[in-house]
T-cell receptor
Framework: EAQVTQNPRYLITVTGKKLTVTCSQN?????MSWYRQDPGLGLRQIYY???????DKGDVPEGYKVSRKEKRNFPLILESPSPNQTSLYFC???????????FGSGTRLTVV | TQLLEQSPQFLSIQEGENLTVYCNSS?????LQWYRQEPGEGPVLLVT???GGEVKKLKRLTFQFGDARKDSSLHITAAQPGDTGLYLC?????????????WGLGTSLAVNP
């Protein structure tokens, strides 16, 4: 089944404790993105990758890191999480530019 | 500044009714995508429209892209409870590039049995 798989689905952590949210797609898509979704603010792009080793900042990149060492994987790293990073996070992939995204099921992160 | 305005923000209707939701902007987009998102899940792509004036149908859903490619509408005929969800539109400013999608805040639709 073609899909984007994110893990974990739910995560509660403490301020400052490094964490990684994994994302993997099995569709050989070139483009991958990370979004966060917050009430009243909608979907905001964190980082974007056009291909292996090619990443770029989105609208809200502060406090996040990403890497794209393999085409299928695009992990999101929070080096020192803070409570304002509590949010619902989505990974998404697209065959190429101009095509719609396939989204993962989301990761609900709570930082206390 | 919200570049894509979706209206209405909330809509609650009875099963069998028709409805239209709107996605408007003062900017021109090369293409526009519609998604439906259910609570606790990721958005699911419904359709992409790319040509001004284009109309696409997906069963009971009809999507239209404005002639000037600044707006779009989604019409649902004979709504069913399974249509309940958050409907999101997203516009791409550059042809062949969805790197900078502009997202609306969505229309939350509830279809009551």
């Amino acid at each position: 089944e073609a899909q984007v798989t994110q893990n974990p689905r739910y995560l509660i952590t403490v301020t400052g404790k490094k964490l990684t949210v994994t994302c993997s797609q099995n569709m050989n898509h070139e483009y991958m993105s990370w979004y966060r979704q917050d009430p009243g603010l909608g979907l905001r792009q964190i980082y974007y990758s056009m291909n292996v080793e090619v990443t770029d900042k989105g609208d809200v990149p502060e406090g996040y890191k990403v890497s794209r060492k393999e085409k299928r994987n695009f992990p999101l790293i929070l080096e020192s999480p803070s409570p304002n990073q509590t949010s619902l996070y989505f990974c998404a992939s697209s065959l190429k530019g101009g095509y719609g995204y396939t989204f993962g099921s989301g990761t609900r992160l709570t930082v206390v | 500044t919200q570049l894509l305005e979706q209206s209405p923000q909330f809509l609650s209707i009875q099963e069998g009714e028709n409805l239209t939701v709107y996605c408007n902007s003062s900017s021109v987009f090369s293409s526009l995508q519609w998604y439906r998102q259910e609570p606790g899940e990721g958005p699911v792509l419904l359709v992409t429209v790319v040509t001004g004036g284009e109309v696409k149908k997906l069963k009971r859903l009809t999507f239209q892209f404005g002639d000037a490619r600044k707006d779009s509408s989604l019409h649902i005929t004979a709504a069913q409870p399974g249509d309940t969800g958050l409907y999101l539109c997203a516009g791409a400013r550059e042809a062949g590039n969805n790197r900078k999608l502009i997202w609306g805040l969505g229309t939350s639709l509830a279809v009551n049995p």
